[in-house]
């Protein structure tokens, strides 16, 4: 039986153990030290732009310490990318604040800038008051058009939150992406393009904006002898064991970047004479994509094997997803889904050992943000029926795409 293909796993090939050795043998194993500074200033050094960076305990911290650093609070709206995980969004619950979800352009997937435009003036007409962020994402990996994005924002002088969690070491226009907005958000959970077991990091603009996300992710914490605390903080930072995971990995990002693109060309080769499917490719040369993980659409009109039965019973295991939890239910169906022939070629893929997952499902039609106002033109909800993701990561060899192109053949029907 072939060994499972997954999605994204992470791959220690760099010199992790050494940095986690210097960690246990210098009783470093706390949330601050010698490789949080160290990774902080690798990470610092691929920006490249002038920023700086504060390794933190996932990406879903530094979205919520973005939007704190924001000024984001009770009643407060946000503009958010609607295609995304729910990551972008949750943490603008989190401070009682509304997430205003905009949809995607048709050749990137992500955040529209003319709808972004329109919804900004609307939510202004609507409230008399205006959002305090804007969060677009860069969805597997390919860049948001951040120079309109970047134009939108200035025009009503609201700060970008770049959602870069999927997209470390992609670039728009040869730039990395996180480091064109106020704050960018990185991620290097176990699936990411580098991983640190879990961790992320905010890319800032400057010292002073470092050291204010700093104080809020170690309890904000005021200077005296005792613990006086004026704000609220969190216990956010990242331990100095996971960092040294972190700093080995940094040692072959540019390998991890490079070996994605390249599964991503291969998939684009052997998929390009399957009539009814469709691999999602970068708009222009400006959009340099990390390509995380390999996307493709299926036509409504393919016929995939089993797709009669695609929907006939409840799922009981996790798809995709690092801890595999999920919440029983009932029923099979919600009135949002993919198409039955994505449902089934997943099925088929996954019992031919590839995992395989819908894309991310819009926020705007998760039952949980029903509330939630919504700039809507029919894009991420029409890629969500029909999309897919396959696998990319650093263990995904050539034989291995061979593989999975030949088992989506196989699973067309005559
Ligand atoms: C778009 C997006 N934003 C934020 C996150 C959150 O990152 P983390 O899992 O490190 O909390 C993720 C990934 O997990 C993501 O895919």
Redesign the pocket.
Known sequence: MRNRIYLCLAHMSGNEMQYIKEAFDTNWVVPLGPNVNGFEEDLKGFAGADREVVALA????A?HLALIACGVGPGDEVMVQSF??C??SHPVRYLGATPVFVDSEPDSWNMDPDLLDKAIADRIAVTGRKPKAIIP?ALYGMPYRIDRIMEIAAKYDIPVIE?A??GFGSRWEGRVLGTFGKFG?L???GNKMITTS???ALVCEDKAAKDKILWYATQAREGYPYYQHEAIGYNYRLSNVCAGIGRGQMTVLDEHIAHHKHVQALYEELLADIPGIKVHKAPDARFDSNFWLCTITLDPGLKVKGQENAYASAVTKAIGGAAGVIHATGSAHTDCEPNANVEAMRAFLDAAQVEARPVWKPMHKQPVYKESPAYVNGVSEGIFKVGMCLPAGPLVTDDDIRYIVSTIKSAIAD
């Open positions: 996932s990406g879903t911290s979205v995304t995980f990551a972008s994402v959602d969690a999927e958000v991620s290097f959970n879990g961790g992320g």
